[in-house]
């Protein structure tokens, strides 16, 4: 085979370009293209297998391999050389195939005769489109080079792609982004939107990958990096950065200022690519090589790679969100991910939110809990189909977005969110009325708060108090550790807006699925049941004295309830127990008020504290049931994992009886007993609970009017048999029984 120079590729780029821009069918295109790299590659073969679905490949065009395969084999990712290199998104080039781990031969296809393999990801920032493989019959590795000028060739097919160049005049549009798109996602948080895009990170449409004057390119290059590398040097002398913002921007200034990055890109450029997409082409090698990276430092390093792409992109191109685009009045905001300090940047002005990654328990999905906006995660796909503006319809309770929907579903849409509205208007009515059963029992309704943004539902839900402060929101949105007299402003305004009802200020539950930013990660084998919470605050008591201090302080004088997060033994509530109490002596000694009633109170959350001493539910002035933590440690179902953490009915006989088992212990010892994990909101379930003896139920704030509406409508005592009969039964879930009664009560 002949040495490949730069001008051959900048050839075979041009006869590409030039043949896409001929009119023809979508496949005409594929199969000249083949046909052209073959040529100028002096291989046998070349073919094109693009993505069928998500898992699946499928052989879409080919030079020298039999035609009738094209459109029939198929094979998934992981399976042979073209499913390795869809997965791997790196390069695979052998001499010798058929020896090669993981061949597979297509009989089909008639490739038994070719020795030589390479195979290139075709891949467009982060997404997978396909694989572009030349083979030939003579037993040789290719060149280094000729795998830099494939993937180079790849580059420009996957901008290609992008662009709809392989569709036809009439042929389905569906990678233009017009056809309505139905994407299944995991519920985040509930409730129904409806307005248009607005995307997190805009996209920038490259529409020229092929450059015919690479000097005029590289110039351009050098222009945008010097560009790129001032407005850091900008960034880096404000005044207001902290320590971590200043250490990312210098590790963006290395970045910028590193010489492989730019000769790399230059290279690219030097065979024919434009600017733009020599800057895409290093990017997405940076993103394929971050999904191998174990390494939390470098996967970090990497995705600062990846900004820094976007920002010379937009310099580039001068698309952008800095550049004019408006964000509409009704925007969904619809993101790969989004940190919770960015979530609360936009705020109430969303609407919905659809995220390509995210999970239940993330940061930013508390935060969207908090702000009441409808989100869905896990929408696989929709970053790249999303464009700016496009009208989307999103359903938090079914995790489902509707994007470009048509008219069909746009009218179900409505009729539901109309009824929506209804329900709505009834809770308010009943938002000052307690929530006592016909048999006369008040079950106490409180809510879980967590962030300023949730100050104002304490009046507007109609809560009795906050069950659930969750302290560690507030370490969480920043970039640094608050410090205490920053913490006691914050706690008294909590206070203030709780005018005078109680508010369970729970200590920093940190760990596990919550990592601060500004703290050493742990590399644990199993975090859910590792070093978090408590644990932290008994190892490292600096910050749990300090947050005693700063509510002390902010209680100055008022009541004050703390509670425990994950208490497991009697012996770790006494001692944490000590440790506020200590704080309050030492307050009193400087001689600053006190609280004029300290409760202090632990969090149930693992099966075992049920089983504690009793002196601990004597001792403990209010238990608090986590029942999100409780419920994955009873039937060992991880609360993050969408395989399982639906498995269990939390109405399960078993589950029910521990429940009771706990109740009646803290009836025995006189303790409050409360449950505030995200069940407490369900209305069966909060039915359930209060049958069960649980006085106090915390929950999000939209949940209160249908567990109040729920409870108000039935007899508790009634209830209780239904529930009780069922357990009698042993059955293993109470809920067939007590739907089936619910269901006569409604008539
Ligand atoms: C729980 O575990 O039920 C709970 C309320 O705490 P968190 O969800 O914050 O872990
Ligand atoms: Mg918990």
């Known amino acids: 085979m002949a040495e490949r120079s730069e001008s051959d590729s900048r050839k075979l780029l041009r006869r590409l370009r030039d043949s896409l821009a001929l009119p023809g069918k979508g496949q005409d295109r594929l199969d000249r293209i083949t046909h052209l790299i073959a040529d100028s590659m002096h291989t046998e073969v070349c073919s094109i297998y693009l993505f069928r679905d998500p898992d699946t490949l499928e052989l879409c065009a080919t030079e020298g391999l039999k035609k009738e395969a094209v459109h029939q084999t198929r094979m998934k990712v992981g399976e042979g050389l073209v499913g390795r290199v869809a997965r791997s998104a790196a390069p695979i080039n052998t001499a010798d195939a058929p020896s090669e781990k993981g061949f597979r031969y297509m009989p089909e296809t008639g490739e038994e005769i070719y020795s030589s393999f390479l195979g290139v ?87 020229n990958p092929v450059a015919d004057d690479p000097l005029t390119e590289i110039e351009r290059i050098r222009d945008a990096v010097g560009q790129l590398r001032v407005s850091i040097d900008d960034l880096l002398v404000a005044e207001s950065l902290d320590k971590d913002q200043r250490q990312v921007l210098e590790a963006y200034r290395m970045f910028a200022n590193s010489r492989g990055w730019l000769k790399r890109m230059e290279e690219d450029i030097a065979r024919g690519l434009s600017a733009e ?81 995210g999970s239940v328990g993330s940061h930013a999905a508390i935060v969207a809990r908090a702000l009441a906006i409808p989100l869905v995660i896990h929408a696989e796909g929709i970053i790249s189909e999303a464009l700016n503006g496009d009208y989307l319809l999103v359903d938090g309770d079914q995790g489902v977005a509707h994007l470009r929907p048509d008219e069909m579903v746009v009218r179900s849409f409505r009729d539901k969110m109309a009824m929506q509205a209804k329900a709505q208007e009834r809770y308010a009515s009943l938002r000052n009325l307690p929530a006592q059963s016909k048999c006369g029992t008040v079950t106490r309704l409180n809510m879980n708060a967590g962030l300023m943004a949730d100050l104002p539902s304490i009046e507007s839900s109609g809560a009795e108090g906050v069950g659930l402060f969750r302290t560690e929101l507030q370490f969480l949105i920043r970039n640094q550790m608050p410090k205490r007299d920053e913490l006691a402003k914050l706690y008294a305004r909590v206070m203030d807006a709780a005018k005078g009802r109680p508010v369970a200020f729970r200590t920093l539950d940190i760990g596990s699925d919550k990592v601060l930013p500004y703290m050493k990660p742990q590399d644990e084998p199993n975090p859910a049941m590792g070093w978090r919470a408590i644990r932290v605050g008994l190892d490292k008591p600096g910050v749990l004295q300090m947050q005693a201090q700063a509510l002390m302080r902010a209680a100055n004088g008022r009541d004050l309830q703390v509670m425990f997060p994950f208490i497991t033994e009697l012996g770790e509530f006494v001692a944490a127990r000590d440790m506020v109490l200590r704080q309050r002596d030492r307050e009193a000694a400087l001689g600053r008020p006190v609280p004029q009633d300290l409760k202090i109170g632990a969090m149930l959350e693992t099966p075992s504290l049920a089983y504690a001493p009793k002196l601990f539910f004597d001792m403990a002035d209010f238990v608090s049931i986590g029942g999100n933590d409780l419920k994955q440690f009873f039937f060992a179902a991880d609360r993050e994992n969408e395989r399982v953490r639906r498995r269990y009915d939390t109405l399960n006989t078993s589950f029910l009886r521990f429940l009771r088992l706990i109740a009646d212990r803290c009836r025995d010892s006189g303790t409050a007993l409360s449950f505030c994990g995200e069940d407490a909101g369900r209305p069966v379930e909060a039915l359930t609970f209060a049958t069960l003896g649980i006085g106090a139920l915390s929950m999000r704030p939209a949940s209160i009017g249908p567990v109040k509406a729920l409870l108000r409508q039935v007899d508790l005592n009634e209830a209780r048999e239904v529930v009780f009969e069922a357990m009698a039964q042993g059955v293993e879930s109470v809920r067939p029984m007590l739907m089936g009664w619910l269901a006569t009560q409604a008539e």
């Open 277 to 357: 997409a020599a800057v895409e082409k290093e990017q997405s090698a940076a993103r394929a090589r971050l999904s191998q990276v174990e390494d939390a430092y470098l996967r970090e390093r990497l995705h600062d790679l990846d900004d820094l792409s976007n920002r010379l992109l937009r310099i580039l191109t001068g698309q952008g969100q800095d550049t004019g685009a408006q964000m509409p009045d009704d925007p969904i905001l619809v993101a790969r991910n989004i940190g919770p300090a960015e979530l609360l940047e936009y705020g109430k002005r969303l609407r919905g939110v659809v995220l390509q990654e």
């Open 121 to 207: 990801p075709i891949q467009r920032v982060g997404e997978r489109l396909g694989v572009l493989v030349v083979q030939s019959k003579t037993k040789r590795l290719f060149l280094e080079d000729d795998v830099y000028a494939l993937e180079v060739v790849a580059m420009v097919l996957a901008e290609m792609t992008e662009l709809g160049a392989f569709l036809g005049e009439g042929e389905s549009p569906g990678a233009l982004h017009k056809q309505p798109r139905m994407f299944r996602g995991g519920v985040a948080q509930e409730g129904t939107a409806e307005g248009h895009v607005w995307l997190h990170e805009p996209r920038v449409v490259v529409t």
